[in-house]
C-alpha cells in the first residue's frame, strides 16, 4: 500500500470567493474560463454557505500529484485559498 497526495476540503471554511477556480482555470493552458475549473464551489442555500466541489479527473491527476509529497509546491487551488478550505493531505492507495 502506498500513499499518494490528495486535496482535503474543509467546507466550513470556504467563504465562496472562488480564488481556487480562477487559480485552477489559469493553471492549464488555453483561455482563463473558472467554469471550467477542476474546482467549483457551489452555493447551498438552505444552509447558507459555500462548498468547494472537486472534479474526478482532478482529483486523479491535479496538478500538484507529480510532486514528492516533500516538494513545497501545492496545486493551484490550495496555494490560492486564503481561507484554508483546502489543503493537502495524503490518501492511501492499493498497488495492485
Not at 500500500?1 to 472562488?18: Q, T, W
Amino acid at each position: 500500500m502506498s500513499y499518494a497526495p490528495s486535496i482535503r476540503i474543509i467546507p466550513e471554511n470556504c467563504r465562496g470567493c472562488r480564488r481556487c477556480q480562477v487559480a485552477c482555470s489559469s493553471y492549464d493552458p488555453g483561455p482563463l474560463n473558472p467554469r471550467l475549473a477542476g474546482i467549483q464551489i457551489l452555493r447551498l442555500e438552505n444552509q447558507a454557505g459555500d462548498y468547494p466541489v472537486i472534479n474526478m479527473e482532478c482529483l486523479e491527476r491535479f496538478c500538484g500529484k507529480s510532486h514528492s509529497r516533500h516538494m513545497e509546491q501545492k496545486p493551484a487551488c490550495v496555494s490560492a485559498c486564503l481561507f484554508g478550505a483546502l489543503e493537502m493531505a495524503e490518501r492511501e492507495e492499493n498497488d495492485e
